[in-house]
């Protein structure tokens, strides 16, 4: 995974790309609110949302649905 944070006042943001066999799938999370200063509300979600990627099960290809 490449990965950038980013940090305004009350908003932290993670983007980036994560690799797959197949190419990569690109994500953006943003959250806004006064809770996400506190590392202990936006890192579970962080952590959760890159644990979804690791595990995400690539869609089949075109040619696999096709009738035989």
Do not use: C, H
């Not at 980013?6 to 190419?23: A, D, E, W």
């Not at 999370?29 to 995400?56: F, H, I």
């Amino acid at each position: 995974m490449r990965a950038k944070t980013g940090t305004l006042r009350n908003v932290k943001s993670l983007s980036g790309f994560f690799p797959t066999k197949g190419g990569s799938i690109t994500f953006a999370l943003l959250l806004n609110d006064a809770g996400v200063a506190n590392q202990s509300e936006y890192r579970p979600l962080w952590e959760n949302l890159m644990k979804g990627l690791a595990t995400y099960r690539e869609s089949p290809q075109e040619e696999q649905l096709l009738p035989r």
